[in-house]
């Protein structure tokens, strides 16, 4: 189904959602380099309870990365080390 994006391409923390919804996908768009991670939250901050970690180096441009879970205070992603990667997070 349909659901709201959020493009991210800086590191940075950013809420992407606050309060409960569904974390739909992450889409690869450029991959990082140098050690670059995106890690996913329920949380307003990056101190909350991780939904995952993605090694944007690791994982080419151009993949989606599907998720359809449910999270319950919000979505937080931190983009971190290295160059960032270029990413579509999917959320409803």
Do not use: C, H, M, Q
């Not at 450029?30 to 050690?35: E, L, N, V, Y």
């Amino acid at each position: 189904g349909v659901g709201s994006y959020t493009p991210l391409s800086a590191n940075a923390t950013t809420t992407v959602k606050s309060g409960g919804g569904i974390l739909k996908r992450v889409i690869i768009n450029k991959a990082g380099a140098a050690g670059n991670t995106v890690t996913l939250y329920d949380a307003l901050s990056a101190s909350g309870t991780p939904i995952g970690t993605i090694d944007s180096v690791a994982t080419l441009g151009g993949r989606t990365l599907e998720y359809g879970l449910a999270f319950a205070t919000g979505l937080t992603v931190v983009i971190g080390t290295g160059t960032a990667a270029d990413i579509t997070v999917v959320w409803a």
